[in-house]
């Protein structure tokens, strides 16, 4: 016996018929063309709805639009991107755009996910943190609107949305010298390329904490680990920190990410936070205010990012010639348990 035929897709044929008019005025009703009546768009929506009619996205590529949007995330793992992916999603909720994601770990991760947004016909993509070569994103963006998020810098031919990274570095440096803390160590994110450092988050924020340090008189007290913006990474930083004879009395993880790792490293060495060790992150995540974890962190407002990110992408899909923008947002400290007065006070 042979197995049954799958299921036809559903045509614009097939409303046409349905709702008793020309395939001509179907594509009108889509387009939301001039020449549709009220009458024309109630009877072919009625027929769209009770046949379950998709148009295909390529269809409607070649008519102009495909209303999706590409989103590149760097690391799906790490719990800050959702959030700057809800305020992306909550500025698009009343309108027709969807949103597709794609991870892009590593330089040609990321290349290769931007060309499959591309190919496929996406209306703008959002690019979180790339990696790529500033000449490589101002390609993308000559192809398809673009809007880079994280990265410092200028360009003019994609916006930008950043959170001042340098600001955020000296309001932990401030927090914890405040409570008494002079050996601050901070453990940033390696970086492996020095032509694209400076604009990057991580390295914004490791000179931050420098100029912090020097600011407040404590030049000496300078001390960075480079690993990565992982829990692993905070994991084996914190653990180098920890088997030095004198250990600093604070860390500074670069990324709430990265302070899970340090905490993990303090219980495993049978310490305790903040009685041996004061810890702070970055981000402001959902889990650094869970009670048992109430971490320190900076809030960059994740949606706020999104939302910024969203609302400049659209105005570039309907202005492609607009001058481009640059959205700085000011962090905020938010004080938890995991920094209290070093051990010695």
Aim: proline share 6%; hydrophobic share 40%.
């Amino acid at each position: 016996m042979e197995p049954p035929a799958p299921p036809r897709r559903v045509t614009i044929v097939d409303v046409a018929r349905h709702a008793q008019v020309s395939t001509t005025a179907v594509s009108k009703v889509l387009r939301n063309a001039y020449g549709a009546s009220p009458e024309m768009h109630t009877k072919v929506r009625r027929a769209i709805e009770e046949l379950g009619y998709r148009p295909l996205a390529a269809a409607r590529g070649l008519r102009g639009q495909t209303y999706t949007i590409g989103v590149m995330l760097p690391d799906i793992r790490n719990p800050f991107f959702p959030e700057i992916l809800d305020g992306i999603t909550g500025c698009l909720e009343d309108t027709d755009y969807q949103v597709l994601l794609g991870p892009g770990c590593g330089e040609k991760e990321e290349a290769g996910v931007i060309d499959a947004m591309i190919d496929r016909g996406m209306d703008g993509l959002v690019l979180v943190a790339p990696v790529s070569p500033r000449a490589h994103l101002e390609h993308v963006a000559s192809v398809v609107p673009t809007v880079v998020v994280g990265r410092h810098g200028h360009s003019s031919v994609y916006d930008t949305v950043a959170d001042d990274d340098v600001a955020g570095a000296a309001l932990i440096v401030g927090h914890l010298a405040g409570l008494g803390h002079r050996r601050i160590a901070h453990i940033e994110h390696h970086e492996t390329d020095p032509t694209r450092s400076v604009e990057m988050p991580n390295a914004q924020r490791a000179s931050g904490y420098r100029q912090a340090m020097r600011n407040l008189g404590l030049d000496e007290e300078i001390d960075v680990i480079s690993t990565s913006y992982t829990q692993q990474g905070g994991y084996e930083g914190a653990r180098q920190l920890l088997a030095r004879p004198i250990r600093p009395t604070a860390v500074f993880a670069g990324a709430d990410i990265v302070a899970m790792g340090v905490l993990e490293a303090v219980a495993e060495a049978g310490l305790s936070v903040p009685r041996d060790l004061s810890v702070a992150g970055y981000d402001n995540t959902t889990f650094a205010a869970l009670g048992w974890i109430s971490l320190t962190s900076v809030d960059q407002a994740g949606r706020e990012i999104g939302r910024n990110a969203a609302r400049l992408l659209l105005e570039r899909i309907t202005d492609r010639g607009k001058p481009s923008v640059q959205v700085k947002l000011s962090p905020t400290l938010v004080a938890r348990r995991t920094t209290a007065t070093p051990p010695s006070a």
